[in-house]
């Protein structure tokens, strides 16, 4: 972007801002919507890990020299090889914690830390990474010029970048590192320990609950429907999706593709059958035929509510935060099956 373009953006979005700003908050989470949504459902409370709150965080071992870190919001993990530790994410909530966390599994000093994806969220906290000598740290080189770019001092440039495919052999243990772009823009990170049947890929599934608002707020709706297949291509036992109160498995990974495709085929069924002239006329008899932005938005709400209205029973006692989310899961469906997608 020219410094021209960038001082234009700037403008547009504190204009954008001072517009919003002057409105009334529309998105509320009022006390009684709070009160509507479902509780989470019992089998996955079941499955919340126990975290001592004096640590803030749980450590566990999944096998073939693979630990899993979580606090029950976020995940990364460790691999501890004869000749030391490679981390997998450093996230922004217990990353100052992860060093201290693999010094009671092993000695062994801290030797890489991989980067999933550029998110805040996820490598945040590799700050705490700084005075480790000769750490490697690794990741596309998409996610280090975007990084170099932003230049966050929360964020510890990587100085080892690959473009797609990266393997990695440490003390006699390996790691695949796969590039996707399921999620962010700069690229998204299949992370692969195959003699632990390890498989670590962030933000597309989340072992027990639907996905994040948008499905994982995902830039790009067309990767992520290909996301689960690719994943279960994969010999693993052990799923991380970064995210909540569980690791997962395979049978994870189905489900959250039976979900991500029935939200896809009820939008496009329910907006391929649509009947829009009725709705617009409908519409047009209260706002007029000059607003056309107000008509087809009414064509927009319609197949998002009778998709929501459709697809919740099916969902709703399947996996936890359905209700919290199907909305914006329906919306960017709707964006794809209406602007990207053949009939
Ligand atoms: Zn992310």
Same mark, same amino acid.
């Given at each position: 972007m020219t410094p021209k373009c960038a001082r234009n953006r700037r403008i547009i979005l504190s204009l954008m801002f001072a517009v919003v700003s002057c409105m009334p908050l529309l998105a509320q989470s009022s006390p009684e919507e709070m009160k509507g949504y479902v509780p989470v459902l019992s089998s996955v409370k079941s499955r919340f890990w126990k975290i001592d709150p004096a640590l803030g965080y749980a450590v566990r071992n999944v096998g073939g020299g693979v630990y899993v870190i979580s606090d029950n919001g976020w995940q990364s993990s460790f691999l501890v090889t004869s000749d030391g530790v490679i981390v997998f994410d450093a996230p922004a909530s217990f990353g100052k914690n992860i060093p201290s966390a693999i010094a009671k599994v092993t000695d062994l000093p801290i030797k890489m830390l991989i980067y999933s994806h550029i998110h805040k969220d996820h490598i945040g906290g590799s700050v705490a990474f700084r005075n480790i000598k000769g750490l490697q740290i690794i990741a596309?080189?998409?996610?280090?010029?975007?990084?170099?770019?932003?230049?966050d001092p929360n964020r510890l440039l990587p100085n080892v970048t690959f473009q797609s495919e990266k393997t990695i052999t440490l003390g006699?243990?390996?790691?695949?590192?796969?590039?996707?772009?399921?999620?962010?823009?700069?690229?998204?990170?299949?992370?692969?320990?195959?003699?632990?049947?390890?498989?670590?890929?962030?933000?597309?599934?989340?072992?027990?609950?639907?996905?994040?608002?948008?499905?994982?707020?995902?830039?790009? &709706?067309?990767?992520? $429907?290909?996301?689960?297949?690719?994943? /279960?291509?994969? @010999?693993?036992?052990?799923?991380?999706?970064?995210? #909540?109160?569980?690791?997962?498995?395979?049978?994870?990974?189905?489900?959250?593709?039976?979900?991500?495709?029935?939200?896809?085929?009820?939008?496009?069924?329910?907006?391929?059958?649509?009947?829009?002239?009725?709705?617009?006329?409908?519409?047009?008899?209260?706002?007029?035929?000059?607003?056309?932005?107000?008509? &087809?938005?009414?064509? $927009?709400?319609?197949?998002?509510?009778? /998709?929501?209205? @459709?697809?919740?029973?099916?969902?709703?006692?399947? #996996?936890?935060?359905?209700?919290?989310?199907?909305?914006?899961?329906?919306?960017?469906?709707?964006?794809?099956?209406?602007?990207?997608?053949?009939?």
């Open positions: 596309l080189e998409s996610v280090a010029d975007f990084l170099k770019e932003m230049n006699g243990k390996t790691v695949e590192l796969t590039r996707h772009f399921y999620h962010s823009h700069e690229g998204d990170l299949f992370i692969y320990v195959p003699q632990a049947k390890f498989l670590m890929a962030v933000d597309c599934v989340t072992p027990g609950y639907a996905p994040f608002q948008g499905f994982d707020i995902t830039t790009n &709706f067309h990767e992520y $429907l290909k996301v689960f297949d690719d994943l /279960s291509a994969y @010999d693993f036992d052990t799923f991380v999706g970064g995210h #909540l109160t569980d690791i997962g498995g395979k049978r994870d990974v189905e489900i959250a593709k039976e979900f991500t495709y029935d939200v896809y085929n009820t939008v496009k069924r329910i907006h391929n059958n649509l009947d829009q002239a009725a709705v617009v006329a409908e519409a047009a008899k209260t706002v007029g035929t000059d607003n056309e932005f107000a008509l &087809f938005k009414a064509v $927009l709400d319609k197949v998002t509510n009778d /998709s929501v209205r @459709d697809l919740q029973p099916r969902w709703i006692d399947r #996996l936890a935060g359905v209700d919290v989310w199907l909305p914006s899961h329906v919306r960017t469906a709707l964006i794809y099956v209406r602007w990207d997608d053949k009939e």
